[in-house]
Structure formats: structure tokens, C-alpha cells
């Protein structure tokens, strides 16, 4: 038996912790949480692990702890490997065991066994037990959770707990003692409950607890159907109606078979709180020699039993439909083994006595308990009447009407809540009560002291906003002033551009009148430059006359002068042929002489239009001198002209911009003087509020 401290099968995801307590509300032992900070946060010493708390928290704040990364590591890694199976299978994954276990071989385990056959063993273990002893009184145990609350918080109730294992103990005890093939596999529970990992822990036998809830979600992360494996039977007996052990009464209804009026001796109690409330007040009923009722208290900490397990998802199904599937499994299990309602001389005889007969053996199958409820003495102090009345006092609660139990804390009692601020595990500002009352307190005792503080605000605010008043009405005033300036300055500037934009206009026509002038300056000196050509081109033609009326000059002189060789050799010819040649002679003396004097006169001419040439030629020159000094003026000009446009333009542009700007500061400063009549009138009605505050 392991005595040490249990492992936590609940863990606490503190960022999704919304401190809403509803945990501690549905929690049957209140004590292993701690409610006094921002997370509720638990002593899994204390807690015996009934899952309540996952179910409860719709944040998603407490989540099962089980051995599902474990298991499927280390079947990857081939570790030989047998499962056991919980009857509550026959509810999960749609009714398909039988492929489930086909699942579970596909996965590498070596084989699988059926929990309910571990069930009708545990009911031999329990008819033994009181054929034997005859104790007044059985308390099932297949359900850990209660097994701890027992262990735990009611210590007395231990000598009525059925001393023999659970349904999974029994099928792991049968597997060691009787399937010596599978002496070296580890055995893998597959189970609806987070809480039997304690069970394995303080028994040492069981070495993987994996939930079917853990199952689901693998197999939807991988897309994988159950439809798609074969459906494989399990490798150990078979049950008959022990595969009812799921469900409320199940353990009841196998007994039957053996005892017919068991219920009328049976109390079937189930989920929380009835079952703890039962539990917590059966150990006085016993204290003070109170016959108990029913000698078997038949009990789950599920309301569905097993079936509704925090290991599985079936929190939200109807009853009926979890019911359906269970009896229709006990009916395929009283069918194989053919039991109908029999004397029981006959019953025993029946091949399932002789199988269970075969599995049973005396003192296998026994367990013992640890009381625990030493670590709950040690952890949790028990106020006494004095301090509880003193926390009463602290929290406001001076009489029986202060009392509300109203459970708004997740308590039962304002008596658990105080035991439970006493130990640490809470505080006062999580008491409905408490909180009311701090806050009539806060209302009234704030109440002068706002009336102080209003008075004081009043006369500084009075003073300050008649201040702000007067610095307010100063300011329009000088806003005002300075929209005026801004508006004159503004038509100012708008006249100014105008007037740049006239000069703009004017220096434009100028630009195109200097251009027109540059033009025809270039277009005269280029016109003069070819009259100089022309002239040049006359003087040369002059020249060239002069020297061919020289020409004709000379040959003027040299005709006279034939002429006279031509009379004289006339007057040796005689009269007859020299008489005619006498007149040729002097027709030709006579044209020499009109060719010289008109080639004289000819050559006087053109000295003289030589002359007046030359003249035009030195004209010329300088005219070009004049006119290449006109052009580069009208150049000087137009380059000036340009750049004084440039700037104008440029600056026209810019008082534009200027324009535009004042114009959108006017808009600003109209705004502003708005504003400011507007913030005068507020301020005069702020010290109007204040005045009439000082009445209230």
C-alpha cells in the first residue's frame, strides 16, 4: 500500500481563470481550494479528484490530468502492452467496443480485456466478504473518488468499506495470476475517470490510465473512424449482467442474480452533492447506534455513474440514450450465457459460476485503506466558535439575519466560508454580505467627506473660474482685435497681389514687344549684312568696268592711230584705190576718237560711282557696328526682361500662397473668436453649476 501524497489528476490553466468561484460552488470537499487571490487555485492533497470542477468551468480553467502522451509514446516505442477495458465503453465512441478494441490492437496492444468481467469477480469478492463476516454494513468502492473522500474527510467510514479491489484491480490481479503469457506487458486501464490513477498510485498495480476522452480527441486530431477497424472480441471470459457496473445500481442489479430482494437492502445513491451529503452524515447515524437501513450502500460520485464520467464526453447526453446502449448489452451478455430467473441450487451450476470459479481465488483479490484524513488536520485548522464569531464580527455579520448562507461565495455555509478565510483559502471581499455592507459604509462615511471636499472645490473653483473668466474675456477681447488686424492686413495683401499680377500681365506684354525687337534687329542686321554683300559684289562689277573702259581707252588710241597709218598709206595708193581707202581710214579715226571720248567719260562716271560705292561700303559697315550693337542690347534686354518676369512670376505665385494662407488663418481666427465667445458663455455657466452646487 503507497501511503505517500496522491498525484494530481486536475490541473489548473491559470491564464483562462476567470476567479468566478463557481469550482469552489460545485466542489464537495471546499476546503482543497484557495479562493483568496486572483486564481482559484487547489491542494491536490485535498482534492480526491471527482472532476467537478472541469465539468463546472465553462473557461476551460481545469483540465483532467491522465497517461494518454505516455501510453501512445511508448506503444510507438513497441512496449509490450495488455488494455482493460471499462464496461462504460458500451456509451463511447458510438457503441462500437467491439471495434474499439480492434482500435486499441491496431495501435500495437498485445490484447484486451473486458473491466465487467473484473465486475463479476469483484460481486464474488463481496458476497464472500459477507458470507464471512457478516458486517451490518457494505459501502461499494469501485468508484475512487469516493474511496478518497472517505480516506480523506470521513476516516470512520473506512471499516464499511468493501475490502476487496475495484472491477479494474480485479481484471489487473486476473491478468498477472492467470494470463502468465502477458507476464511482461504493462497494463494500460482504459477508463471514464481521472481519479483511478489514484487508485493504481496507492495500490502500486496499473501503470496507464487513459480516458476515453483523451481517445476521442485523438482519434478526431487524426481524422480516424472507429468504422474503418475490425471489430475484435475481447481476449479474456466474458460477462453476463455485470456489464451494468457502469451505470447507477449496476452493482445492485448483478447481486440479483444471487440475492432476488437485494434492492429492498440496497441504497443507490449517486452524484453530487447527495452522495457526499449522505456519506458525510452515515458516520454520525452509525456513531450513535443507528441501525443503518440498508446493509449495501451501492454509490457513484457521478450522477450518470461511470457513464457520465469526467473522462468521457457524455456530461450532456440524455440518461436514456447512455441507458439504451447498456441494456442492450446486458441483454447480449444474459443471452450469451443464457441465464433466465432460476432457483439459485440451479444458478450455481451454470457455466458462468464455473468461469468466474476459474478467476476467483481467496485473498487475491483484497484491499485495505490508508486514513488520510491526518493531511486535512494538518493543512486545515478548525476554527473555534469564538473565532468564527470574531470573523462574523469582521465581516459585518452581527446577528442571525447577517447570516444569509446564501452560497454566492461557492460555499455551503457563511461557517465554511469564515473556516475558510481563517485558513487562508479566502477573503472577506468575496462575501456578498460583506461587500454590501463596505459599500453603505463607503457611501456614508464618503458622504462628508465629498461634502468637505465640495465645499473646499467650491470656493477654489469659484475663485479660479472667476479668474479664467476675466483671462477668457481678455483673450476674446484681443482675439477680436486680432481678427480685425488680420482681415485689414489680409484686404492689403490681396491688393498687393493684385498689383503684382498687373505687373505679372505687364511684364508679359513687354517680354513679347522685346522679342519682336530682338527679332527684328537680327532680321535688319542680317538684311544689311546682305546689302554690304551687294554693294561688295557693285564694287567689285565698278572695278572691273574701269579697267574695261581702259581697255577700250587703249584700244581707241591704237584704232586713231591705224587710222592715221591707213590715211597715209591711202595717199601712196593713188587717187583710184586710196580715195576709198581714205574714207575707211577716216571713219575709223573718227569711231577711235567717239570710242576714247566716250570710254573717257565712261571711266569718269564710274570713278565717281566708285566713289559714292565706297562711301556706301564705310555707311554699311558702320550701320552693321550700330545694328550688332542694337542686337545686343535687345539681347541684354530680353535676358533682363526674362529674369525680371521670372521673379515677378515667382512672387505671384508666392502671394498667392500668402493669400491663401491669411485667408484660411482668417477662417482659424473667426473660428477662434467663436470659440472664445463660446467658452465664455460655458465658463459663465460652469460658475452658474458651481453656485447652485454649493445648495446641494
Given at each position: 500500500?503507497?501511503?505517500?501524497?496522491?498525484?494530481?489528476?486536475?490541473?489548473?490553466?491559470?491564464?483562462?481563470?476567470?476567479?468566478?468561484?463557481?469550482?469552489?460552488?460545485?466542489?464537495?470537499?471546499?476546503?482543497?481550494?484557495?479562493?483568496?487571490?486572483?486564481?482559484?487555485?487547489?491542494?491536490?492533497?485535498?482534492?480526491?479528484?471527482?472532476?467537478?470542477?472541469?465539468?463546472?468551468?465553462?473557461?476551460?480553467?481545469?483540465?483532467?490530468?491522465?497517461?494518454?502522451?505516455?501510453?501512445?509514446?511508448?506503444?510507438?516505442?513497441?512496449?509490450?502492452?495488455?488494455?482493460?477495458?471499462?464496461?462504460?465503453?458500451?456509451?463511447?465512441?458510438?457503441?462500437?467496443?467491439?471495434?474499439?478494441?480492434?482500435?486499441?490492437?491496431?495501435?500495437?496492444?498485445?490484447?484486451?480485456?473486458?473491466?465487467?468481467?473484473?465486475?463479476?469477480?469483484?460481486?464474488?469478492?463481496?458476497?464472500?466478504?459477507?458470507?464471512?463476516?457478516?458486517?451490518?454494513?457494505?459501502?461499494?468502492?469501485?468508484?475512487?473518488?469516493?474511496?478518497?473522500?472517505?480516506?480523506?474527510?470521513?476516516?470512520?467510514?473506512?471499516?464499511?468499506?468493501?475490502?476487496?479491489?475495484?472491477?479494474?484491480?480485479?481484471?489487473?490481479?486476473?491478468?498477472?495470476?492467470?494470463?502468465?503469457?502477458?507476464?511482461?506487458?504493462?497494463?494500460?486501464?482504459?477508463?471514464?475517470?481521472?481519479?483511478?490513477?489514484?487508485?493504481?498510485?496507492?495500490?502500486?498495480?496499473?501503470?496507464?490510465?487513459?480516458?476515453?476522452?483523451?481517445?476521442?480527441?485523438?482519434?478526431?486530431?487524426?481524422?480516424?473512424?472507429?468504422?474503418?477497424?475490425?471489430?475484435?472480441?475481447?481476449?479474456?471470459?466474458?460477462?453476463?449482467?455485470?456489464?451494468?457496473?457502469?451505470?447507477?445500481?449496476?452493482?445492485?442489479?448483478?447481486?440479483?442474480?444471487?440475492?432476488?430482494?437485494?434492492?429492498?437492502?440496497?441504497?443507490?445513491?449517486?452524484?453530487?452533492?447527495?452522495?457526499?451529503?449522505?456519506?458525510?452524515?452515515l458516520g454520525k447515524s452509525i456513531k450513535n447506534n443507528t441501525q443503518p437501513v440498508y446493509s449495501l450502500i451501492d454509490c457513484l460520485s457521478c450522477k450518470m455513474g461511470c457513464n457520465g464520467g469526467s473522462g468521457t464526453l457524455n456530461q450532456h447526453k440524455h440518461l436514456d440514450d447512455l441507458d439504451r446502449k447498456i441494456e442492450k448489452r446486458r441483454q447480449e451478455a444474459q443471452s450469451f450465457y443464457g441465464i433466465k430467473k432460476t432457483r439459485k441450487s440451479l444458478l450455481r451450476k451454470h457455466k458462468l459460476e464455473q468461469v468466474i470459479n476459474d478467476y476467483w481465488e481467496a485473498g487475491l483479490y483484497k484491499r485495505s485503506y490508508t486514513d488520510r484524513s491526518q493531511i486535512f488536520k494538518k493543512?486545515?485548522?478548525?476554527?473555534?466558535?469564538?473565532?468564527?464569531?470574531?470573523?462574523?464580527?469582521?465581516?459585518?455579520?452581527?446577528?442571525?439575519?447577517?447570516?444569509?448562507?446564501?452560497?454566492?461565495?461557492?460555499?455551503?455555509?457563511?461557517?465554511?466560508?469564515?473556516?475558510?478565510?481563517?485558513?487562508?483559502?479566502?477573503?472577506?471581499?468575496?462575501?456578498?454580505?460583506?461587500?454590501?455592507?463596505?459599500?453603505?459604509?463607503?457611501?456614508?462615511?464618503?458622504?462628508?467627506?465629498?461634502?468637505?471636499?465640495?465645499?473646499?472645490?467650491?470656493?477654489?473653483?469659484?475663485?479660479?473660474?472667476?479668474?479664467?473668466?476675466?483671462?477668457?474675456?481678455?483673450?476674446?477681447?484681443?482675439?477680436?482685435?486680432?481678427?480685425?488686424?488680420?482681415?485689414?492686413?489680409?484686404?492689403?495683401?490681396?491688393?498687393?497681389?493684385?498689383?503684382?499680377?498687373?505687373?505679372?500681365?505687364?511684364?508679359?506684354?513687354?517680354?513679347?514687344?522685346?522679342?519682336?525687337?530682338?527679332?527684328?534687329?537680327?532680321?535688319?542686321?542680317?538684311?544689311?549684312?546682305?546689302?554690304?554683300?551687294?554693294?561688295?559684289?557693285?564694287?567689285?562689277?565698278?572695278?572691273?568696268?574701269?579697267?574695261?573702259?581702259?581697255?577700250?581707252?587703249?584700244?581707241?588710241?591704237?584704232?586713231?592711230?591705224?587710222?592715221?597709218?591707213?590715211?597715209?598709206?591711202?595717199?601712196?595708193?593713188?587717187?583710184?584705190?586710196?580715195?576709198?581707202?581714205?574714207?575707211?581710214?577716216?571713219?575709223?579715226?573718227?569711231?577711235?576718237?567717239?570710242?576714247?571720248?566716250?570710254?573717257?567719260?565712261?571711266?569718269?562716271?564710274?570713278?565717281?560711282?566708285?566713289?559714292?560705292?565706297?562711301?556706301?561700303?564705310?555707311?554699311?559697315?558702320?550701320?552693321?557696328?550700330?545694328?550688332?550693337?542694337?542686337?545686343?542690347?535687345?539681347?541684354?534686354?530680353?535676358?533682363?526682361?526674362?529674369?525680371?518676369?521670372?521673379?515677378?512670376?515667382?512672387?505671384?505665385?508666392?502671394?498667392?500662397?500668402?493669400?491663401?494662407?491669411?485667408?484660411?488663418?482668417?477662417?482659424?481666427?473667426?473660428?477662434?473668436?467663436?470659440?472664445?465667445?463660446?467658452?465664455?458663455?460655458?465658463?459663465?455657466?460652469?460658475?452658474?453649476?458651481?453656485?447652485?452646487?454649493?445648495?446641494?
Open positions: 500500500m503507497n501511503n505517500k501524497g496522491l498525484k494530481p489528476v486536475i490541473q489548473i490553466v491559470e491564464e483562462k481563470c476567470v476567479n468566478c468561484h463557481r469550482c469552489i460552488m460545485v466542489c464537495p470537499v471546499k476546503m482543497c481550494n484557495n479562493g483568496a487571490g486572483s486564481v482559484v487555485t487547489f491542494n491536490s492533497e485535498l482534492c480526491i479528484g471527482c472532476g467537478e470542477c472541469i465539468q463546472a468551468c465553462v473557461h476551460g480553467a481545469r483540465v483532467g490530468v491522465d497517461d494518454f502522451e505516455r501510453f501512445i509514446g511508448d506503444l510507438r516505442a513497441k512496449t509490450n502492452m495488455v488494455a482493460i477495458v471499462a464496461p462504460a465503453i458500451a456509451v463511447s465512441f458510438g457503441g462500437e467496443y467491439l471495434r474499439f478494441n480492434g482500435f486499441l490492437k491496431k495501435l500495437g496492444v498485445k490484447a484486451v480485456f473486458d473491466v465487467s468481467f473484473g465486475a463479476e469477480l469483484t460481486v464474488r469478492s463481496y458476497l464472500n466478504y459477507q458470507k464471512k463476516k457478516k458486517p451490518p454494513l457494505i459501502i461499494a468502492q469501485p468508484c475512487p473518488t469516493l474511496v478518497s473522500f472517505i480516506e480523506m474527510y470521513r476516516p470512520e467510514l473506512i471499516p464499511y468499506l468493501a475490502p476487496a479491489d475495484s472491477p479494474m484491480l480485479h481484471t489487473m490481479k486476473m491478468i498477472r495470476r492467470f494470463f502468465p503469457q502477458y507476464a511482461g506487458c504493462k497494463i494500460a486501464a482504459i477508463s471514464p475517470c481521472y481519479a483511478k490513477r489514484r487508485e493504481f498510485d496507492v495500490t502500486g498495480i496499473g501503470d496507464y490510465n487513459v480516458t476515453f476522452r483523451s481517445i476521442q480527441q485523438y482519434l478526431e486530431e487524426n481524422r480516424e473512424n472507429l468504422e474503418h477497424y475490425e471489430a475484435a472480441p475481447y481476449d479474456g471470459p466474458a460477462a453476463e449482467r455485470a456489464v451494468l457496473f457502469s451505470s447507477p445500481g449496476g452493482l445492485m442489479r448483478t447481486v440479483e442474480r444471487y440475492i432476488s430482494d437485494v434492492t429492498a437492502k440496497t441504497r443507490k445513491i449517486e452524484g453530487s452533492p447527495e452522495v457526499y451529503h449522505y456519506l458525510a452524515y493543512i486545515v485548522k478548525v476554527p473555534t466558535s469564538k473565532e468564527i464569531e470574531a470573523m462574523h464580527q469582521k465581516m459585518y455579520k452581527k446577528n442571525a439575519r447577517d447570516i444569509l448562507n446564501c452560497g454566492s461565495c461557492g460555499y455551503n455555509s457563511c461557517e465554511q466560508m469564515v473556516t475558510a478565510i481563517i485558513n487562508g483559502l479566502n477573503r472577506p471581499e468575496n462575501c456578498r454580505h460583506f461587500i454590501e455592507i463596505q459599500k453603505r459604509l463607503l457611501s456614508e462615511e464618503h458622504k462628508q467627506e465629498i461634502e468637505r471636499t465640495i465645499s473646499t472645490v467650491y470656493g477654489t473653483t469659484i475663485r479660479e473660474m472667476n479668474k479664467s473668466i476675466d483671462g477668457i474675456g481678455s483673450l476674446s477681447n484681443h482675439i477680436n482685435e486680432t481678427a480685425s488686424a488680420v482681415i485689414k492686413s489680409s484686404a492689403a495683401i490681396e491688393e498687393m497681389v493684385k498689383n503684382i499680377y498687373s505687373i505679372h500681365k505687364t511684364l508679359e506684354h513687354n517680354a513679347a514687344a522685346v522679342i519682336k525687337l530682338n527679332t527684328s534687329s537680327i532680321e535688319g542686321k542680317n538684311r544689311l549684312l546682305k546689302i554690304g554683300e551687294l554693294i561688295a559684289d557693285v564694287s567689285a562689277q565698278s572695278d572691273a568696268l574701269i579697267d574695261a573702259c581702259k581697255v577700250i581707252s587703249n584700244i581707241a588710241e591704237e584704232t586713231s592711230i591705224l587710222g592715221m597709218n591707213a590715211a597715209i598709206e591711202a595717199a601712196h595708193a593713188g587717187e583710184a584705190i586710196g580715195k576709198g581707202f581714205a574714207v575707211v581710214a577716216g571713219e575709223i579715226r573718227h569711231l577711235a576718237d567717239n570710242s576714247g571720248h566716250q570710254a573717257s567719260e565712261i571711266e569718269k562716271s564710274l570713278k565717281n560711282i566708285k566713289a559714292l560705292i565706297d562711301v556706301s561700303t564705310e555707311s554699311s559697315a558702320h550701320a552693321q557696328v550700330q545694328f550688332d550693337l542694337i542686337v545686343s542690347l535687345a539681347n541684354t534686354v530680353k535676358s533682363e526682361e526674362l529674369s525680371i518676369k521670372n521673379a515677378v512670376e515667382v512672387q505671384n505665385n508666392g502671394g498667392q500662397q500668402v493669400l491663401a494662407a491669411l485667408n484660411e488663418i482668417n477662417a482659424l481666427i473667426l473660428k477662434i473668436r467663436d470659440e472664445s465667445s463660446h467658452l465664455l458663455e460655458s465658463g459663465k455657466a460652469v460658475l452658474e453649476n458651481i453656485n447652485s452646487l454649493k445648495n446641494v
